[in-house]
């Protein structure tokens, strides 16, 4: 960011740069052998704190990534459908029983990314998507408890 810019503008170049991953495609961010587990379960959490938003109808920042899913009111139904979406989206293989019993939204993210059948292994020498050179490249933003923070 350029440092002559007035603070509004700053502001509104990290909104562009952290819109830009966040619409990233997750598979490709899953995927990516340069995207680190934290910053794989940063964009796995987003995704699924915005898909909990949508499904309780609340906005994302009311959703806390440390609560368990019980507490929001998740039930059965759910938590069926939230298997469904993290089978399809971040090709995790999670029980309904788990994901009913996990201790928060964020333990239940990092068994996701450790599940998802798209995290490469390391030791294969992928090159990095597009998806993860701009995570690389926003060093610093990230997303907490569905709300964007500067670090």
Known sequence: MDASLPHHE??????EEISLIMHANLADILSDANVNKK???????????????SIFVVLETCMDATSPLARPGAESLIAVELRSWVAAEAQADCSVFGIMQASSITSLVEK????????????????????????????????LNGVNEHV
């Open 10 to 15: 700053h502001l509104k170049e990290l909104r």
């Open 112 to 143: 996701m990314v450790e599940e998802s059948s798209l995290r490469p292994d390391p030791t294969n020498g992928e090159q990095p998507s597009a998806a993860a050179k701009l995570v690389n490249e926003v060093n610093g933003a990230t997303v």
């Open 39 to 53: 910053d794989a379960m940063a964009a796995l959490s987003k995704s699924l704190i915005s898909k909990l938003a």
